[in-house]
């Protein structure tokens, strides 16, 4: 079976994802899509049992509305001896202080920001930040600033120059994912020999071939790409063994991916169609490993 390589990057870094070291904290309403997948509920006034304080892993905190304008973190957090996942609000942020946090995912759906913004050193051993908003702005700089030395970031980055200079300076990064880019040069700010990207929202004079200064690259997962994409560009990235392209309309030269010689993992769906019928036969004849180009 082959490995998706995107996932389980995102495993690795944001897990774990499910069994019974994850839980929620909030009322039934505000965790059910949690303990859907097997997640243990908390009560947001209750706090957990003394056999699993040492059993939480994965931790999200799911405030109602009213819970949330108190913005008071759970009294047992520094109890969770091996807590290394956290998934919260924005504007409980400014009251977070773990020395063994790895994982960070801060969500956000109203335009809020935290009072005052995350501080490395109060988050010293986060590896892993994924900032999740339904908006353009509150930007990076105002929920984390500075960042600690990530290996995996998710942002909005909305042509802001502050968030490409705090991704241009993290050389650890080796997983990002970035959306609303606008037509900024993203590649000119990414130091890092990175291994997986994502790349969500461009105009239509975004470089694309400026992914080949990407050499690094194993994964590759482009979504609402308004240039043009050339597909001669994946020939120039040698380690790259999955691809993914949604909803992305402009796609030339698709039989260049029959070249590169470690792909095996290709998905294209909403694009156009740039496979035709005669290039789907040609593709499906070569053998790919996981081959989804039927919605193309």
């Known amino acids: 079976m082959t490995t998706d ?22 009322n039934a309403d505000e965790c059910d899509h949690y303990t859907e997948d097997g997640a243990v509920r908390i009560p947001w006034r209750g706090s957990p049992r003394a056999e699993d304080l040492g059993r939480v892993r994965s931790l999200a905190l799911c405030p109602t509305e009213a819970q949330l304008r108190k913005a008071v973190l759970p009294s047992y957090l520094p109890e969770l001896t091996n807590l290394e996942s956290l998934t919260l609000p924005a504007p409980l942020v400014t009251h977070l202080t773990s020395p063994r946090l790895r994982s960070l995912v801060i969500g956000n ?22 900032w999740v908003t339904s908006y353009s702005a509150p930007r990076l700089p105002q929920v984390v600033d500075p960042l600690p030395p990530l290996e995996f970031l998710h942002t ?12 241009a300076g993290l050389p650890t990064l080796r997983h990002l994912e970035v959306e609303d880019l606008k037509n900024v040069d993203l590649f000119e700010h990414l130091p890092a020999p990175l291994r997986v990207l994502e790349i969500g929202g461009t105009g239509r004079d975004f470089p694309v071939a400026r992914l080949a200064s990407m050499p690094s690259l194993e994964s590759l997962r482009l979504n609402g790409i308004r240039a043009e994409i050339d597909c001669e560009v994946f020939r120039r990235l040698p380690e790259l063994t999955q691809l993914t392209v949604l909803n992305s309309k402009r796609i030339v ?11 095996t ?8 169609n740039p496979f035709k019928k005669d290039g789907k036969a040609l593709f499906r004849a070569r053998g790919f490993s996981r081959l989804r180009i039927d919605h193309s």
């Open 5 to 26: 390589v995107f996932a389980a990057s995102r495993e690795r870094y944001l897990g774990p994802f499910d069994g019974d070291e994850v839980f929620c904290v909030g």
């Open 109 to 130: 759906a109203d335009g809020q920001v935290p009072q005052i913004p995350l501080a490395d050193v109060a988050v010293p051993a986060l590896r892993a930040l994924m």
């Open 156 to 167: 909005n980055v909305s042509g802001d120059g502050a968030v490409l200079r705090r991704i």
């Open 265 to 272: 993992d290709i998905t294209f769906v909403n694009c156009g």
């Open 253 to 263: 030269h698709v039989e260049a991916l029959l070249e590169c010689q470690k792909l």
